[in-house]
């Protein structure tokens, strides 16, 4: 007889599966993002997959119960979906044109050293903790050893102008990610995410009419994998991965939930260099592991605040992968 959870209790194997689902899928969007855009113009896919997600998460978020959302609400949805899937995907979509996909995952990890920053420097004014200013420390040094001179590895220099847009893409999420917690949103957090994508992927749709992406798009030369990827990245990506998170938050403590932070970069570089072909060199090694401690010290650090009472939980920024 199989053993079951204690009633109100998920079972280990449940939130196992969970896990593994926030851990792998949003690790792999990264390069699922590479393989799309090969033969798929990057801002139309990219508008094009969270149009149709959030289209998705908003149907079923009403069909469940969420309330009709007011003008307020769609106003607050717009500014994160422009800040967060606009300018923050809409930057990994483009730099990955020019930078591997696992060195794109290393520059947008650092989205909490930049929440930090900007949450003390416009918002609360506190001085960062002993313990969260090593985790700033160490992930610029890190992100300074990543971008630094090929002469330190033998291997070529990450593209000037892709690490530049990764960078202010990672400043751009972490900014909509600070704003989405005092935005007033629906009580929702399945509705508010929705809006999130649709007015996000709206952006980007048009962002890619204005630089002409509609007339390179040819249909007939989109490649299986590239279709695929798009597929992927809407169902599991947008879908699944963002639907096994919610269930985490509820099933486990938010210091476990928010994890991802530091695994998906590892994930994501590991899945570029073996089934990508992407170089992995000493530099990047360290580089990666340096930048995975520091977001690891961060998030740690406002997770045990937030269970304190003193933070306000995971920004649903950050969510969306």
Do not use: C
Request: positive net charge; hydrophobic residues 55%; glycine residues 12%.
């Amino acid at each position: 007889m199989d053993r079951k959870a204690p009633a109100g209790r998920p079972s280990h194997l449940k939130v196992a599966a969970a896990f593994a689902a926030v851990y792998l899928i949003w690790g792999s969007t990264f390069l699922a993002i590479r393989f799309a855009i090969e033969t798929l113009p990057p801002f139309l896919m990219a508008g094009f997959r969270f149009a149709v997600a959030g289209a998705v998460l908003y149907g079923w978020a009403r069909l469940t119960g969420a309330k009709r959302p007011v003008r307020i609400h769609w106003a607050a949805a717009t500014v994160i979906g422009g800040l967060l899937i606009s300018a923050g995907n809409g930057a990994v979509v483009w730099a990955e044109q020019r930078v591997p996909s696992g060195l794109a995952s290393l520059l947008i990890a650092t989205v909490p050293i930049w929440m930090v920053l900007m949450d003390w420097i416009w918002w609360s004014h506190a001085r960062p903790s002993p313990w969260v200013a090593t985790g700033l420390g160490l992930g610029l040094a890190g992100m300074a050893l990543l971008v630094g001179p090929e002469k330190l590895s033998g291997i070529h220099r990450i593209d000037p102008a892709g690490a530049v847009v990764l960078i202010l893409g990672g400043v751009a999420w972490a900014a909509g990610s600070l704003y989405s917690l005092r935005a007033p949103l629906p009580e929702s957090g399945l509705l508010a995410t929705a809006m999130e994508m649709l007015t996000g992927g709206v952006l980007l749709f048009l962002a890619g009419l204005a630089t002409g992406e509609a007339a390179v798009l040819q249909l007939s030369a989109v490649s299986a994998r590239s279709a695929l990827s798009l597929v992927y990245l809407i169902v599991f990506g947008s879908l699944v991965g963002f639907t096994a998170y919610i269930w985490l938050l509820n099933a486990t403590t938010p210091a476990r939930a928010s994890t991802y932070a530091y695994v998906n970069p590892v994930v994501a570089v590991t899945l570029g260099r073996i089934w990508g072909g992407e170089p992995i060199s000493t530099q990047i090694l360290l580089a990666a592991a340096i930048i995975v401690a520091a977001v690891a010290v961060i998030t740690t650090d406002r997770a045990r605040k937030t269970v304190a009472g003193k933070g306000s939980g995971d920004p649903q920024g950050g969510r969306l992968r």
